[in-house]
């Protein structure tokens, strides 16, 4: 098979997840050309057809789409490979199952493919009673059926077998001892290519030893199932980084490699850029007659090489003087190719596309689905991700625009306009179509819009006086304006979303700063003695150098959301959205350890301790042995775990706005100055909730000194503000620690001084009295205690207001504001919260039940109107 087509190189659309539409397929076909790859495998775990109904044939429009597709690649000189999953239910002794996959592999001959591939992976290795009859193991099933194939076909150059035991890991009891892979080697027919993606499912390295071992007990060399870049284990993570862990030495070693890339088809330029650059340098071995047999059995003097190589020509060669090197001499070297593949990118962003890879001149109409569709889970969401309902994917976005193909990988380009999402019938709902277009009408006056008020409102700071205000208030940093993306900015995206197994350089520096910050804070601590000032002027000088990164990472997420392609934006946001708002919250707790945390002596019960293995690893590094999706969440989960209030998942569970926003919203701790600003925003929401008229007209601080006053004075440390671009206070969270010890404080030394700011009303009943004077009739009232059963659980009180209220619904500033709160709270030692809501706030009542809270007493339990609402830390 390989020996008489060459080395076959390119990609497998293999995922579990939404296929790609047929328009990103012939895009894909355009970089494979130009870029000089070859071959395109079609095998989507999401295609109905490919996989679950397999035994159904295509219908004549479904036919016609996919003849159009064959006829695309064969005209950018590509391979075109079509597989067939059966192993889900096929009985391999039924006659009629065998034809069945006969008429459907005739069929797509029939459209002009000359390549095929039969896939087993991912299935159970028991076999039915009538397969136990006829056949001796589970292997001798599946080699049957294929040998059968494959000269019903008339042996096809390309044939491909995908068995269940693909990968190192998957062999039982081993590679070298394992009866099944034995006899798929001496059974299967010599020609038959034998699909394998390494030492694991997502490996690491491929090494020349490995696949010799491979080739020994197959009897031919592997073909290569690369999912390096696969992404569809973990909904939080992208994978942008360079192909890499595989010598260019390896080519004499395969019959072929396909890359198995991420879900979002946006975000596999870079790694198909490299993967060709790899191509082209492992075609040196075979173009100069390498000798397999002298190739070593390690990888060591391999990757050694090739990274002294690397850095030598870092810097200094250029993508022409790249292509004209044609020796052993010139290897692959990762990140050179990644400098001239992020070049090319930043072409591709420059682009005015909208998602779906239209142009944004001329408004195209995009295909619906026509084929069968999807089954989804009970209660989900019809246009989510199957694999991804069931992670609890936060990934929605705006209909016909993130992910824009059908559930079904065939997608008619004559069909009517699909502005939104089908639902379980694969039809569009009354009145979605005009919803639709009136979204598609916004998103293409969005950007410019956007952008233009932006910096028509919006002045930039002098350097000087930035570096002043990060010190000064604690490296705000908001964006001020948004300019298209720089280089720096693109390396610094691919760093952050590098590869399954490794961040790159910004990455590392992000998580190794935020780790030695939490395990550094005993000196800056409350408590800390003054002896050793050295070490709390390290800490601080590193604390800004965290926040400044994730300044930078702001500024990123706000000129990608202006980039011109919103086909890239759209497949990347909600990776770079949870990632920004982690670091919002990380940026904030940061700060308020500065003073605020207290320093504890406990060995493993320290918060600190909790996650220890974060302390001196990056969850990447401690993989050993495992697969990548044993640590999930990529960087921002690792950030996430650092934090106190890490295992909560609800707690950052930020889905993305509908449509993405550059405006900004900054958390940092409570500042003297705040207080003003805080108590306007408390007069505001009382205004809301009372008819009458501003009860501050003749005490401007009666309202705020009567809901924050106390806590702003005895308990400072444990309030948080949400700040706007514009510098303007919207919000806060205020807790106290321990609700028992506030209330003596109060009646010690606070309300008696508000007693004598605002004198007891003279009026006895409520209909003679005023507003002001009902409000300052609360200092002179006895507050109800809470009972003990409560606070045994729940010491401590939260607080969280926004305006305008109905910020509340925007759980992702919210959340990350009440995730500051609770994770300053839990750092200090705090078991559990409670909050008072009044019943009749449903807004409220639902946005606490998110984060958590449960009902700890109705209204009608205590002498007050509210309910009590808990959670514990």
Not at 757 to 766: E, R
Not at 806 to 828: G, H, I, Q
Request: with cysteine; hydrophobic share 35%.
């Amino acid at each position: 098979m390989g020996d008489r087509h060459g080395f076959l190189c390119g990609v497998v659309e293999g995922f579990y997840g939404r296929p790609w539409s047929m328009e990103q397929r012939k895009v894909l076909f355009q970089w494979m050309e130009k870029w000089g790859l070859n071959t395109y495998l079609y095998g989507p775990k999401d295609d109905l057809k490919h996989r679950l109904l397999w035994r159904e044939m295509y219908s004549a429009e479904e036919a016609a789409q996919l003849k159009t597709l064959v006829q695309a690649a064969g005209s950018r000189g590509l391979r075109f490979v079509y597989a067939l999953s059966p192993g889900q239910d096929i009985i391999f002794s039924s006659s009629c199952d065998v034809g069945l996959m006969k008429r459907k592999l005739r069929q797509v001959a029939g459209f002009g493919c000359q390549a095929f591939a039969i896939l087993f992976d991912d299935i159970d290795h028991s076999l039915c009673q009538a397969d136990k009859e006829a056949f001796s193991s589970f292997a001798h099933a599946e080699v049957s059926v294929a040998n059968e194939i494959f000269h019903y076909l008339e042996k096809p150059d390309i044939f491909l077998f995908c068995p269940t035991e693909y990968c190192d890991t998957l062999c039982y009891p081993s590679l070298s001892k394992s009866t099944y892979l034995r006899t798929v080697g001496e059974e299967l027919h010599p020609d038959i290519g034998v699909v394998w993606t390494g030492t694991k499912v997502i490996s690491r390295e491929l090494s020349v030893e490995s696949l010799a071992g491979v080739e020994e007990v197959l009897r031919r060399r592997p073909f290569i199932w690369d999912n390096l870049h696969a992404n569809d284990y973990d909904s939080k993570r992208v994978f942008l980084g360079p192909f890499k862990g595989r010598s260019a030495r390896l080519v004499p070693c395969l019959r072929g490699l396909l890359l198995n890339p991420n879900c979002e088809f946006e975000a596999n330029f870079i790694a198909l850029h490299t993967l060709a650059s790899w191509y082209r340098s492992g075609s040196c071995c075979t173009d100069t007659g390498f000798n397999r047999q002298n190739i070593p059995c390690t990888t060591t003097e391999d990757q050694q090489q090739e990274k002294e190589t690397c850095e030598r020509e870092k810097g200094k060669q250029t993508e022409t003087q790249a292509h004209k090197e044609g020796s052993l001499q010139s290897l692959y070297c990762p990140e050179e190719a990644l400098s001239r593949a992020i070049q090319d990118w930043m072409e591709e962003i420059a682009k005015p596309l909208q998602p779906g890879r239209q142009s944004r001149q001329v408004e195209k109409q995009s295909p619906v689905n026509n084929t069968e569709p999807k089954r989804v889970p009970e209660g989900a969401d019809p246009g989510q991700e199957p694999d991804k309902i069931t992670r609890g994917s936060n990934h929605k976005l705006p209909q016909g625009a993130h992910k824009n193909s059908p559930p079904s990988s065939l997608s008619s380009p004559s069909s009517p306009a699909q502005q939104g999402e089908t639902g379980p019938g694969g039809g569009i709902e009354p009145g979605e179509e005009e919803r639709g277009k009136a979204e598609q009408q916004s998103l293409l006056n969005w950007g410019e819009t956007s952008n233009e008020k932006e910096r028509q409102s919006d002045g930039v700071e002098e350097e000087g006086e930035r570096e002043r205000l990060l010190k000064e208030k604690g490296c705000r940093g908001e964006v001020q304006a948004c300019e298209p993306l720089t280089p720096a900015q693109v390396r610094m995206l691919v760093g952050l979303y590098y590869l399954p197994h490794e961040h790159g350089v910004e990455g590392q520096r992000l998580l190794k700063d935020f780790q030695w910050l939490n395990s550094k804070s005993d000196c800056v601590s409350v408590n800390v003695k003054k002896s050793e000032p050295r070490k709390a002027e390290e800490w601080r000088s590193r604390a800004l150098q965290f926040q400044l990164a994730c300044d930078g990472i702001s500024r990123l997420h706000s000129c990608f959301i202006s980039s011109s392609n919103r086909a890239v934006l759209y497949d990347l946001y909600p990776y770079l959205w949870d990632l920004r708002n982690t670091l919002l919250v990380a940026k904030a707790f940061v700060m308020w350890l500065d003073g605020r945390v207290l320093c504890d002596h406990y060995s493993f019960s320290s918060w600190r301790n909790c996650f220890h293995w974060c302390r001196s690893n990056a969850s990447v590094d401690l993989l050993g042995e495992s697969e990548p999706w044993v640590f999930k969440g990529g960087i921002a989960g690792e950030l996430q775990m650092m934090l106190p209030m890490g295992m909560n998942i609800e707690l950052f569970t930020h889905p993305p706005p509908v449509f993405p926003s550059t405006k900004l919203y900054s958390i940092r701790p409570f500042l003297p100055r705040d207080k003003v600003e805080l108590y306007r925003i408390c007069r505001r929401l009382h205004c809301k909730t009372r008819d009458g008229p501003d009860a501050s007209q003749c005490h401007p601080d009666l309202v705020g000194g009567r809901l924050l006053g106390a806590a702003l004075s005895l308990s400072p440390e444990y309030c948080f503000v949400l700040e706007e671009e514009e510098e303007e206070l919207c919000g806060y969270a205020l807790g106290v620690m321990d609700i028992k010890t506030f209330h003596k404080k109060c009646e010690a030394t606070w309300l008696p001084a508000m007693r004598e700011k605002y004198p007891k009303p003279t009026a006895t009943t409520a209909p003679g009295r005023t507003l002001t004077q009902e409000a300052a009739l609360f200092f002179h009232s006895e507050r109800p205690s809470y009972p003990d059963s409560l606070l045994y659980h729940f010491p401590s009180m939260v607080q969280l207001d926004v305006l305008p209220p109905d910020l509340l619904l925007d759980t992702s500033v919210t959340r990350s504001l009440a995730t500051c709160l609770l994770s300053a709270l839990k750092a200090n030692g705090s078991q559990g919260v409670f909050c008072e809501v009044l019943p009749t706030d449903r807004t409220r009542l639902e946005f606490l039940t998110k984060l958590g809270f449960l009902e700890i007493f109705g209204s009608d339990a205590l002498t007050r109107e509210d309910m009590v609402l808990g959670r514990l830390l």
